[in-house]
């Protein structure tokens, strides 16, 4: 899992919107808050969770990259982008900044379940983080 201490401080920074727990994942560590994953932790560094409306938002803002892999010779990206380290500095923005990562995932995970119902998901807006 990500170091026990920064496990131990993203649950501390990141508990204002809610309980904030880790969990090992595919060889990288998972942050959930009211079960569902907002980023995730993978070599020291932390991405969060983005959807269709705060995608554009994290990449103009800071223009870090996204999570991804190589595959067969191809780059996977995944729907998760770095945060910006100088969040780390700043608790108050950090917590902004994952608001706006579980509003995301919290619009997929809902956006998932009508799937499975056979309904479509309402259009979601984003607001940029301060």
């Known amino acids: 899992m990500a170091g026990d201490s920064f496990a131990e401080f993203l649950c501390e920074?990141?508990?204002?919107?809610?309980?904030?727990t880790v969990r090992r994942m595919f060889g990288r560590t998972g942050v959930f808050c009211d079960g569902v994953m907002l980023g995730l932790v993978s070599d020291a560094a932390l991405y969060f969770r983005v959807d269709d409306a705060s995608r554009a938002l994290f990449q103009k803002t800071?223009?870090?990259?996204?999570?991804?892999y190589e595959r067969r010779g191809r780059r996977i990206d995944l729907p998760f982008r770095r945060a910006p380290d100088r969040l780390f500095d700043e608790p108050g923005e950090l917590v902004i900044w994952a608001r706006v990562a579980l509003a995301a995932a919290r619009w997929v995970a809902a956006r998932g379940r009508a799937a499975r119902?056979?309904?479509?998901a309402p259009r979601r807006r984003v607001t940029?983080?301060?």
């Open 13 to 20: 920074q990141l508990a204002p919107p809610g309980p904030v």
């Open 62 to 68: 800071e223009g870090l990259p996204p999570f991804g």
């Open 117 to 120: 119902k056979g309904r479509s």
């Open 128 to 130: 940029p983080p301060a």
